[in-house]
Protein backbone atom coordinates (compact mmCIF):
# COMPACT_ATOMS: atom_id res chain seq x y z
CA UNK A 1 0.00 0.00 0.00
CA UNK A 2 1.32 3.00 -0.95
CA UNK A 3 1.47 6.36 1.29
CA UNK A 4 0.17 8.83 -1.63
CA UNK A 5 -3.04 8.09 -3.12
CA UNK A 6 -3.36 11.21 -5.07
CA UNK A 7 -7.23 11.24 -4.03
CA UNK A 8 -6.86 14.28 -1.73
CA UNK A 9 -4.69 16.41 -4.28
CA UNK A 10 -8.03 18.93 -5.23
CA UNK A 11 -8.57 19.82 -1.36
CA UNK A 12 -10.89 16.84 -0.55
CA UNK A 13 -10.87 13.54 1.85
CA UNK A 14 -13.17 10.93 2.33
CA UNK A 15 -14.88 10.17 6.26
CA UNK A 16 -15.43 6.52 7.16
CA UNK A 17 -18.16 6.94 5.46
CA UNK A 18 -17.34 7.43 2.00
CA UNK A 19 -18.46 10.75 1.77
CA UNK A 20 -16.06 13.12 0.50
CA UNK A 21 -15.60 16.40 2.26
CA UNK A 22 -13.32 19.70 1.51
CA UNK A 23 -10.09 19.17 3.89
CA UNK A 24 -11.36 22.23 6.08
CA UNK A 25 -15.13 20.26 6.80
CA UNK A 26 -15.46 21.02 10.49
CA UNK A 27 -15.48 17.78 11.05
CA UNK A 28 -11.78 17.23 9.20
CA UNK A 29 -10.78 19.86 11.24
CA UNK A 30 -11.58 18.82 14.73
CA UNK A 31 -10.00 15.28 14.09
CA UNK A 32 -6.92 17.34 12.53
CA UNK A 33 -7.11 18.72 16.10
CA UNK A 34 -7.08 15.70 17.61
CA UNK A 35 -3.99 14.55 15.84
CA UNK A 36 -1.91 17.85 16.65
CA UNK A 37 -3.23 16.96 20.45
CA UNK A 38 -1.76 12.96 19.67
CA UNK A 39 1.69 14.31 17.98
CA UNK A 40 2.20 16.84 21.09
CA UNK A 41 1.56 13.59 23.79
CA UNK A 42 4.61 12.02 21.20
CA UNK A 43 6.54 14.77 21.66
CA UNK A 44 6.12 14.73 25.66
CA UNK A 45 6.84 11.01 25.70
CA UNK A 46 9.92 11.72 23.89
CA UNK A 47 11.20 14.08 27.02
CA UNK A 48 11.49 11.03 28.96
CA UNK A 49 8.71 10.52 31.38
CA UNK A 50 8.63 8.40 34.15
CA UNK A 51 7.56 4.76 32.99
CA UNK A 52 3.93 5.03 34.71
CA UNK A 53 3.24 8.46 33.06
CA UNK A 54 4.95 7.17 30.17
CA UNK A 55 2.49 4.14 30.39
CA UNK A 56 -0.76 6.57 30.83
CA UNK A 57 0.21 8.87 28.13
CA UNK A 58 0.18 5.27 25.38
CA UNK A 59 -3.03 4.27 26.62
CA UNK A 60 -4.15 7.60 26.16
CA UNK A 61 -2.49 8.43 22.51
CA UNK A 62 -4.62 4.99 21.89
CA UNK A 63 -7.31 6.93 22.81
CA UNK A 64 -7.35 9.60 20.44
CA UNK A 65 -6.55 7.34 17.62
CA UNK A 66 -10.32 6.08 18.94
CA UNK A 67 -11.70 9.48 19.22
CA UNK A 68 -10.39 10.91 15.74
CA UNK A 69 -11.97 7.66 14.56
CA UNK A 70 -15.54 8.42 15.46
CA UNK A 71 -15.51 12.13 14.53
CA UNK A 72 -14.56 11.15 11.08
CA UNK A 73 -17.57 8.41 11.17
CA UNK A 74 -20.85 10.90 11.46
CA UNK A 75 -22.69 7.94 10.41
CA UNK A 76 -21.61 5.69 13.19
CA UNK A 77 -20.23 2.73 10.67
CA UNK A 78 -16.73 2.00 12.38
CA UNK A 79 -17.54 1.85 16.21
CA UNK A 80 -20.01 -0.60 15.95
CA UNK A 81 -17.48 -2.97 14.24
CA UNK A 82 -14.34 -2.16 15.23
CA UNK A 83 -14.27 -1.96 19.48
CA UNK A 84 -10.72 -0.16 19.70
CA UNK A 85 -12.38 2.84 18.32
CA UNK A 86 -15.06 3.15 20.85
CA UNK A 87 -14.69 4.92 23.73
CA UNK A 88 -17.22 4.98 26.82
CA UNK A 89 -17.95 6.13 30.31
CA UNK A 90 -15.08 3.42 32.03
CA UNK A 91 -12.42 5.78 29.82
CA UNK A 92 -13.93 9.32 31.59
CA UNK A 93 -13.74 7.27 34.59
CA UNK A 94 -10.21 5.89 34.02
CA UNK A 95 -9.23 9.96 33.33
CA UNK A 96 -10.69 10.87 36.60
CA UNK A 97 -8.96 8.21 38.89
CA UNK A 98 -5.72 9.21 37.40
CA UNK A 99 -6.35 12.87 38.17
CA UNK A 100 -7.26 12.10 41.70
CA UNK A 101 -4.20 9.85 41.66
CA UNK A 102 -1.78 12.85 40.50
CA UNK A 103 -3.38 15.40 42.53
CA UNK A 104 -2.29 13.70 45.88
CA UNK A 105 1.50 14.34 44.54
CA UNK A 106 1.19 17.71 43.29
CA UNK A 107 0.83 20.96 45.89
CA UNK A 108 -2.93 22.30 45.74
CA UNK A 109 -3.43 25.15 43.52
CA UNK A 110 -3.12 28.39 45.28
CA UNK A 111 -3.08 30.76 42.10
CA UNK A 112 -3.36 30.78 38.60
CA UNK A 113 0.25 29.09 37.14
CA UNK A 114 1.97 29.89 34.14
CA UNK A 115 3.03 26.85 31.66
CA UNK A 116 6.31 26.02 31.52
CA UNK A 117 8.50 23.94 34.02
CA UNK A 118 10.86 21.22 32.42
CA UNK A 119 10.82 20.18 28.71
CA UNK A 120 7.98 17.64 29.26
CA UNK A 121 5.50 19.72 31.76
CA UNK A 122 6.09 22.29 29.02
CA UNK A 123 4.97 19.94 26.48
CA UNK A 124 2.24 18.65 28.20
CA UNK A 125 0.89 22.47 29.00
CA UNK A 126 1.20 22.74 25.23
CA UNK A 127 -0.93 19.61 24.74
CA UNK A 128 -3.45 20.61 27.11
CA UNK A 129 -4.50 24.12 25.35
CA UNK A 130 -4.87 21.76 21.84
CA UNK A 131 -7.06 19.99 23.68
CA UNK A 132 -9.14 22.44 24.89
CA UNK A 133 -8.61 23.86 21.25
CA UNK A 134 -9.90 20.37 19.96
CA UNK A 135 -12.90 20.69 22.60
CA UNK A 136 -14.25 23.31 20.99
CA UNK A 137 -13.79 22.66 17.25
CA UNK A 138 -16.00 19.21 18.34
CA UNK A 139 -18.50 21.08 20.27
CA UNK A 140 -19.16 22.55 17.19
CA UNK A 141 -20.07 19.52 15.10
CA UNK A 142 -23.26 19.32 13.07
CA UNK A 143 -24.69 16.36 13.53
CA UNK A 144 -23.07 16.20 17.15
CA UNK A 145 -20.84 13.98 18.08
CA UNK A 146 -21.80 10.97 21.37
CA UNK A 147 -21.51 12.99 24.45
CA UNK A 148 -19.19 10.43 25.68
CA UNK A 149 -16.35 11.97 23.46
CA UNK A 150 -17.02 15.21 24.46
CA UNK A 151 -16.29 14.44 28.15
CA UNK A 152 -14.01 12.46 27.77
CA UNK A 153 -11.91 15.49 25.79
CA UNK A 154 -13.17 17.92 28.81
CA UNK A 155 -11.41 15.49 31.28
CA UNK A 156 -8.17 15.24 29.47
CA UNK A 157 -7.94 18.20 29.48
CA UNK A 158 -7.93 18.37 33.23
CA UNK A 159 -5.64 15.47 32.98
CA UNK A 160 -2.80 17.06 31.03
CA UNK A 161 -2.84 19.97 33.36
CA UNK A 162 -2.13 18.11 36.42
CA UNK A 163 0.43 15.56 34.43
CA UNK A 164 1.96 18.86 33.34
CA UNK A 165 2.43 19.45 37.20
CA UNK A 166 2.76 16.35 38.49
CA UNK A 167 5.67 15.57 35.73
CA UNK A 168 7.41 19.56 36.59
CA UNK A 169 7.20 18.35 40.69
CA UNK A 170 8.75 15.33 40.26
CA UNK A 171 12.09 16.97 38.53
CA UNK A 172 12.25 19.69 41.20
CA UNK A 173 10.66 22.46 39.28
CA UNK A 174 8.78 25.09 40.59
CA UNK A 175 6.22 26.57 39.10
CA UNK A 176 5.52 29.90 38.26
CA UNK A 177 2.24 31.65 40.21
CA UNK A 178 0.57 34.53 38.27
Known sequence: MKLYTRTGDSGQTSLFDGTRVKKDDP???AYGEVDELNAWL?????CELDPDLEAELVLIQRDLFALGAQIADPADKIANRVTKAALGDEDVVRL???????ETEVPPL??????GGTQAGAALHLARTVCRR???????????TDPVLLRYV????DLLFVLAR????????PETEW
Open 110 to 115: RRFILA
Open 166 to 173: AVNHREGA
Open 27 to 29: RVD
Open 42 to 46: GFARA
Open 96 to 102: EQLIDRL
Open 154 to 157: NRLS
Open 134 to 144: AERRIVSLTPP
